[in-house]
């Protein structure tokens, strides 16, 4: 078995909801309500989910930088949520974070030394105060940037090079686990892609294990190992990357993948679109039971009174565990070979004639020979 290097254990987030002049305590705000995971050395856990349903808190919470309402997190074997002073800095060491907003998450008084240097001012025993500015220029090297470029400031970087000094923030003191909150959802696509490789090449050579958290499914796809879907605070399911998109269980994970568009072609029109109905509840009012059964279409009475629990669920070819009472895979793109198909005939329409073979290139057709007039019929003008 693989080693664990990261724990949680039924982690908690309720956020006082407050009101009145006495600013009395009317409720709680659910952000994180019992997630559970093991996160192995070298691997990387993506977490995917609407905006609202607890991925970046549940950041936090992994850094420390939220304390939990309840729950544990295990680092390595040791309670990272109960230690403090002198262990708790020892610790952290090894549990960094990389922001999502490189424009806010870089001090913009700061030079680029001073920036990845900071963490050396915490951990003086990590690198000799005479050799911090040569580690630092490796770290900029490291991560694609001119070494050379040191001295300047964050506003001197574009987007994607901005969030490359994050990284180099966050891999400065060799941690062995790296928080990703949505590292690159305010970055162009051919910059995300450029991110996502570095961040790849980075886990191959240094070993580390990523908590990647975003809404794109299709990068989380593409780094990821294992995948957890959260809704409303909790994990609806986690599996095996192609369990999860390939065999999904769970309606809402399933309802996720057919939202997305398909870039092939031949598909089109064969994907099993799902349409949810109605809004996601408030966090502050959860639904009893099963926290979906409000937009689900399998929603039946033991949905409204008994909550599923995340345990292995057949997926057709093996089982992962899912948290629905009535899960069971389906395939949301049918994936039909056409190889066999005339070319001409894959992307045609009923409303949309072919004339290519009619009028090829070159034959000196004008714009006025190509109109409809009144007394001109489209087949007589075709023939």
Known sequence: MPEVVLKANDLVKHYPVKAGVLRRTV???????????ELYKGETLGIVGESGCGKSTLGRLLMR???????TVEFEGQDWTAASGRTMRKLRRDIQIVFQDPYTSLNPRMTVADIIGEPFEIHPDVVPKGGRRARVQELLELVGLNPEHINRYPHQFSGGQRQRIGIARGIALNPKVLICDEPVSALDVSVQAQVVNLMEKLQDELGLAYVFIAHDLSV???ISDRVGVMYLGKLAEIGEEDEVYSRPTHPYTQALLSAVPVPDPTLRGKRDQIVLQGDVPSPANPPSGCRFHTRCWKAQDVCKTDEPQLELRADGTGEHPSACHFAEPRQVVETTDVS???PDTRFATPDVADVGDENPAGTGVTEDERRLDDTTTESDHLR
């Open 27 to 37: 409720g709680q705000v659910k952000a994180v309500d019992g997630v559970s995971f």
């Open 65 to 71: 930088l939220e304390e939990p309402t309840a729950g």
């Open 220 to 222: 989380v796809r593409h």
């Open 340 to 342: 066999g198909l005339a």
